[in-house]
């Protein structure tokens, strides 16, 4: 069996190895979709095709919807040339659950795979057709933060930007000045209304995305490029709306365990490939069963009935809300600790870690006695059960081949929502005390002995990649690197000095620093 349009054909071979098939018409959507555009996706990796596409799938299956989604891919073409061209826009999605089981199905509500490249003639083309058409409703991302970002860790436009600003919105680069560019496209036409939604993990995600498409869209106003009548189009939520949104659900690289299931099921050419920008990819893509999507429902131009895939729309506070008490309290920050302390002792699993009864009892101890007192309760779903589902059966799935070494990456871009948002909590407490805190300390403190790149052995150890990297490494080589670094409110959200929590961290890293087998003889002492 082959996944494409041809291969689908043979349906009774598929129902054989218990995969499902679209109860849609493929064709019929696509040929919709060309004539009706309703969504636009950039980014299109695995996120994106194994839980946002599978909504408009599930939408499409039900006779809800008739459009499909239209990818569009801004920084890796590879993507759209080896895994959406070759397989007809299709995916074959794994959903591995904590039993054991994997569900398996098509998606195909992709419509069609173009890469974002205004260098292209023919792809800018097909892009611009479908921004200008009035029917398109909604634009959404999952580009990762860094994407959204124009300046470096220095606050400093970088070049590429500095470059799309001065000249002009033709042949765009960034993936904000392309998102700025195909607008102005879009406002010249006919200014329809139309939502910009992103759908990446991180906190205020709407306000990201508005705030850096609208310096773009400034700068060439100031350099003569657009006129201000396009700069107050965009800058109005009633005709521009930029939704904010809270996503959950993980979708790590493709697993040799899931390829070899396939392969044994008969469905053929599901081998991995690295791209030139070095993205691990593959014709499926394997997640974890519970999934999460709250948006903000402000869709000037209307929308797909979402809800009845199972999103939550919702107001501003409540997405908000939702996105405080996962990425502050419930997940992030336990991630996080498993992945520092997990690369140090050796972990290449993140639910192997979990039968470690140090460091899950560090992660118990972080979400549920440390990080509930002070949990944003969004109320449409509950906190405490929201961490149950994390700790019980999350983590722990066996079956889900997410690795510490991948939840390390960008750990000092983390650090100031995951923990600093909860020790500014404590600090503005009456009742609450900072320094009975012994988790979290632990955590911060792990993650700065990680950065020594040495395990519990005493052995050399890769340090996932990070902005501030060289820049902490080489802080910690001297004796006053320690204080300017737990000093620094832009990595920890505080000053820990004066939190009065900077002691206790010093403390804790320099019996994790002590030598061979220090990590976990800390980890007994302050976890017993």
Not at 464 to 488: C, F, H, V, W, Y
Request: charged letters at 25%; proline letters at 5%; one cysteine or more.
């Amino acid at each position: 069996m082959r996944l494409n349009l041809q291969g689908l054909a043979d349906s009774q071979a598929w129902k054989d190895a218990h995969i499902i098939l679209p109860a849609f018409d493929i064709a019929k959507m696509r040929e919709h979709t060309s004539a009706h555009p309703i969504w636009v996706h950039f980014g299109a990796g695995n996120i994106f095709r194994g839980f946002i596409a599978a909504l408009q799938n599930k939408l499409l299956d039900e006779g809800l919807a008739q459009s499909g989604i239209i990818a569009a891919e801004t920084f890796d073409y590879d993507i759209i040339r080896k895994i959406y061209d070759p397989f007809d826009n299709l995916t074959l999605m794994v959903t591995l659950r904590a039993s054991g089981n994997m569900d398996m199905n098509i998606i195909a509500s992709i419509a069609q795979g173009i890469c974002a490249d205004s260098s292209d003639s023919q792809e800018w083309e097909k892009l611009r057709a479908v921004f200008v058409n009035p029917r398109l409703q909604m634009v959404s991302y999952t580009i990762t933060e860094k994407g959204y970002a124009l300046r470096n860790i220095k606050g400093e436009l970088m070049p590429v930007v500095v470059s799309d600003m001065n000249s002009g919105p033709d042949s765009p680069k960034h993936a904000m000045s392309i998102t700025a560019s195909l607008l102005l496209d879009r406002f010249r036409a006919d200014a329809q209304p139309i939502a910009i939604v992103s759908m990446d993990n991180c906190s205020h995600n709407g306000e990201k995305l508005r705030n850096s498409v609208l310096e773009v869209a400034d700068a060439w106003v100031k350099n003569g490029f657009v006129d201000k009548e396009y700069f107050a189009w965009l800058s109005d939520e009633s005709q521009v709306s930029f939704p904010w949104s809270m996503i959950d659900k993980i979708t790590p690289r493709p697993a040799e365990v899931v390829e070899a299931k396939l392969r044994a099921a008969g469905v053929e050419d599901m081998s991995p490939i690295i791209t030139s920008r070095n993205t691990y990819i593959a014709p499926f893509v394997n997640a974890e069963a519970p999934q999460y999507l709250v948006i903000e429902d402000n869709f000037p131009n209307g929308r797909p009935p979402l809800e009845k895939a199972g999103v939550y729309m919702t107001d501003r506070d409540t997405v908000n809300m939702t996105e405080r008490m996962k990425v502050t309290t419930c997940l992030n920050p336990l991630h996080t600790a498993l992945a520092v302390y997990g690369c140090m002792l050796g972990y290449t699993k993140i639910a192997d870690e979990m039968n470690d009864p140090e460091l899950k009892k560090l992660v118990e101890l972080i979400g549920y006695k440390e990080g509930l007192p002070v949990v944003t309760d969004p109320k449409i779903l509950d906190p405490k059960k929201f961490i149950d589902e994390v700790v019980g059966e999350r983590l722990p799935n066996a079956f889900m081949p997410d690795t510490p070494q991948r939840i390390a990456t960008d750990t000092s871009q983390k650090i100031p929502v995951r923990f600093g948002e909860t020790l500014k909590s404590y600090a503005a407490s009456e009742t609450l005390d900072i320094h009975s805190l012994t988790a979290i300390p632990l955590a911060l403190a792990g993650w700065l002995r990680y950065l020594a790149g040495v395990d519990d052995n005493g052995e050399a150890m890769q340090v996932s990649a990070d902005p501030m990297l060289e820049t902490l490494q080489n802080e910690l080589k001297t004796p006053e690197g320690l204080r300017e670094i737990l000093s620094n409110k832009n990595i920890f959200g505080l000053d820990l000095y004066e939190a009065g929590l900077a002691e206790k961290v010093t403390g804790l890293y320099r019996e994790l620093s002590a030598g061979k087998g220090a990590v976990r003889a800390t980890l007994k002492k302050y976890l017993a």
